[in-house]
């Protein structure tokens, strides 16, 4: 089965300070989704990259996928307190029919 | 609205009672997942619906669980004779295709068996 690992697990930045949040599968990505858990609160989807190479961006969050497709990175720029929450990556198994989704990413940002 | 939307947002029950959770997708989706949560753990996923076909039950963790989609739209999960490790955030999302799309996630039942 696909396996995704994020690094780190968790995170604690200053206000302002740049980031990145890592995504790495055991497999090729057919499919890879960012989301953003915010404490207490639902799950909110922020991006999906398909191609290798591709690089998408949302306000001050800009996302990744590797040309291998095996890897993903989302990367955030002048972080503020707004950004803090919980990152999960997904992946859409070519295989199987669920989603498989890493272990998540804890992020604070202390003003 | 327009999203996932599932009720109850919180359950707290007794171990042993049975339990029913309940999922609305998006009008028109054909895919419906189940997920849970426990506490400091990822997401785990625990079955999948697909318009008319089987579903894949394949995370379901035991015989005490089991899911129903009726008319290709609702779906409810049931836990029976539930345990103290079931504690968790139930997610439900829906997608309207299995691939191509991002799934809209629910905002979750958080069950609580005491």
């Known amino acids: 089965s696909q396996e995704l690992e994020q690094s780190p697990q968790s995170l604690i930045v200053q206000e302002g300070k740049n980031l990145t949040i890592n995504c790495t599968s055991s497999k090729t990505l057919y499919g890879l989704y960012w989301y953003k858990q915010k404490y207490g609160e639902g799950l909110i989807f922020l991006m999906m990259l398909q191609k290798g190479g591709e690089e998408k961006s949302h306000e001050k969050i800009t996302a990744k996928l590797d040309e291998k497709k095996q890897q993903s990175s989302l990367h955030i720029t002048a972080s503020q307190p707004s950004h803090a929450g919980i990152y999960l990556c997904?992946?859409?198994?070519?295989?199987?029919?669920?989603?498989?989704f890493g272990g998540g990413t804890r992020l604070m940002v202390k003003p | 609205g327009a999203g996932v939307s599932q009720s109850p947002s919180n359950k707290v029950t007794e171990k042993g009672k049975d339990v029913e959770l309940r999922c609305d997708p998006i009008s028109g989706h054909t895919a419906l997942y189940w997920y849970r949560q426990s506490l400091g753990q990822g997401l785990e996923f625990l079955i999948y619906?697909?318009?008319?076909?089987?579903?894949?039950k394949s995370g379901l963790p035991s015989d005490r669980f089991s899911a129903e989609r009726t008319g290709g739209s609702v779906s409810t999960l049931t836990i029976q004779r539930t345990q103290q490790e079931d504690s968790a955030v139930y997610l439900c999302a829906s997608s309207p295709r299995r691939r191509e799309t991002e799934a809209f996630f629910g905002q979750g039942t958080r069950l609580t068996v005491v």
């Open positions: 619906f697909q318009g008319n076909s089987a579903p894949d």
């Open positions: 997904g992946a859409d198994s070519n295989a199987g029919n669920m989603l498989t």
